[in-house]
């Protein structure tokens, strides 16, 4: 069984552009959580979806929004890019929105703003 | 709101010992899981172990276990038998039961594990 993509792996922006970064679950998964990760701010949650629903929000800004199609996918847009938005983003899938399922994760998004 | 705590930033053991990574965490609730994750260098997460609050019983993976001390809200991992593959950041996490609003991971700021020969 495939485990979580993401695509791409890597990106470099500048200031003000904004990106759409892509998340594909296991299959079967219907829940998609984000995490940001930075050296100075750690894992930090950003959101969860679960059937297309955002069921869970982190304490971003509103420029960091999200999305799930049907088919279990999942995009996080970031708009007007500042350079603290420089970090890994995580995706993690899992079977459903309960806390005892598995979170299984993606090897990451690196993104960098200059 | 719930907080996670890895005092130990950077750790080191040598192949075929055992070594202690310790966490700390602060909640209201009664009833919650915890989580150690591995994110070797190359970045995948993966998940080592779990514990549920309401079991007693310490969980134990192969050369991973776990001491959970409900009342000092304690949760450390032991590695045995040291391998130069578990050399990776550690991180602990908490997780609030139940289903939506309740959903998130809530991670510590991480040890790395350096493992010598």
């Known amino acids: 069984k495939a485990g979580v993509t993401q695509t791409p792996r890597y990106l470099i922006k500048t200031r003000g552009q904004q990106v759409t970064l892509s998340c594909s679950p296991i299959?079967?998964?219907?829940?998609v959580s984000w995490y940001q990760q930075t050296p100075g701010q750690g894992l930090q949650f950003l959101f969860e979806y679960f059937s297309e629903t955002q069921r869970n929000k982190g304490n971003f800004p509103g420029r960091f929004s999200g999305r799930q199609f049907s088919n279990s996918r999942s995009e996080m847009n970031v708009s007007t890019l500042e350079l603290g938005d420089s970090a890994l983003y995580l995706c993690?899938?899992?079977?459903?929105?309960?806390?005892?399922?598995?979170?299984?994760f993606g090897p990451g998004t690196r993104l960098t703003v200059l | 709101a719930q907080t996670v705590t890895q005092s130990q930033p950077e750790m080191s053991v040598q192949e075929a010992e055992t070594v202690t990574l310790s966490c700390t965490y602060d909640t209201s609730e009664s009833d919650y899981y915890l989580f150690w994750y591995k994110q070797p260098p190359s970045r995948q997460m993966i998940l080592v172990i779990r514990?549920?609050?309401?079991?007693?019983q310490n969980a134990t993976e192969n050369r991973f276990s776990v001491n959970f001390q409900k009342a000092a809200k304690s949760f450390s991992l032991k590695i045995s038998d040291s391998q130069l593959g578990d050399a990776a950041m550690y991180f602990c996490?908490?997780?609030?039961?139940?289903?939506?609003?309740?959903?998130?991971?809530?991670f510590g700021t991480g040890t790395r594990l350096q493992v010598t020969l």
């Open positions: 996490a908490y997780r609030s039961p139940g289903a939506g609003t309740a959903s998130k991971l809530t």
């Open positions: 299959s079967g998964h219907r829940s």
């Open positions: 514990q549920e609050a309401y079991k007693q």
């Open positions: 993690a899938s899992s079977l459903g929105d309960g806390s005892y399922n598995e979170q299984f």
